[in-house]
DNA sequence: GTGTGCATGTAATGAGTTACATGATTAC
DNA sequence: GTAATCATGTAACTCATTACATGCACAC
């Protein structure tokens, strides 16, 4: 846990794949692992820092002037494989949809109904994008050692996508057999007694 | 975004299905939107502080000397029922198990075999979870107002589960494809330039 | 009378995000 | 020359978690 917790593991895994500028290593991380993974920018020059301290990264001639490209080493890569052999810190649930739906009561079954379809909406356009996405990393990364695992994280996105449509499906089949009672979507509060 | 950000709203949700005591509301938010929701009970005190302050909530004769039930007011609801109307705030992504994967050749193919295994154990695991949970709720929480609401989130995470089985199955047959190098596993890292 | 569980809170800490500040290079 | 983009960093701030501290009440 050398603190700097998992973005030394997401540091030193995108330089493991191909060496960079630390700017396109931000860029690789919105982009790439952006589906599954997230970085707090602010960080990630402090974490090359330290890294190359450690010896674990070190600082070449970069594209530009004043530029670095950092290029992982031997060590890096030992350490690369410890952080990924430790056992996953699951991080908290923050699902802010079921948050909603759990009080849907209180929100109303209209409203309810609209965020289901639009997180129907959202499931079924990044399901079409992981599809894409995986038909374009076939053709171009073909041959690739590290294709092969990034297939299985966008797999990853595709089967989540699908299970929130079946989900969405069957949660607007229950709603729909809620009578539609606008005393608990806008109108006065069902306070009644007490 | 009145801060104390989402934890308002799963304070004052728990409080909308019944009255409680702060103590028993964080056992609820720990045990009940423990499957999708979680706050750090640090924050759970204050924020029913403010909530008084501000009229949403009463403070009521609890259940023991010194304790307090704490009562959802109008006002309390209306804010309720403003804050779940409030677009979603995504939380960045962080899938510690795809992080791993994504990097599955330094980490080897073994490993990455055992996650997936891990982790589709997990899912059956808590898919019979999920079928329980549904079936006692069903009987237990029958005709209550709440239950639909509720059972759809025990059904979204039913649709989750079985959504990681069916990808874990996927990329295990992946995996299996791989030649099972052994040198990318443990032995000397393929640094082999340069 | 004592231990377990109910009950209430606060302080310290640490992690993560945003916004800011700065400058070089390249394309137009 | 000037706008966009590459490039590097830091400081301030918010947010969340953990651990700690305290005490009552009820069952045994």
Redesign the pocket.
Known sequence: ?A?????ETAVLGGLSMQPM????L?EAIRDVLGHFW??????I??T??ALEQQGHVERRE????????FVITASGTARLRELLSEPIAAS?PRNGLLLRLFFGRTLGVRKCRELLLEAKADAERSLAEYDDLARTLSAEEEGSPDLPYVLMTVSAGGHGAEGVIAWADEALAMLAGIPADDSTNDATPTDGES
Chains 1, 2 share one sequence.
């Open positions: 846990m603190r700097r917790s998992q973005t500028t630390a700017y396109a931000r997230s970085e707090s920018f602010g960080q020059y402090p090359l820092n970069g594209p530009r002037s004043g530029s670095s490209t908290p």
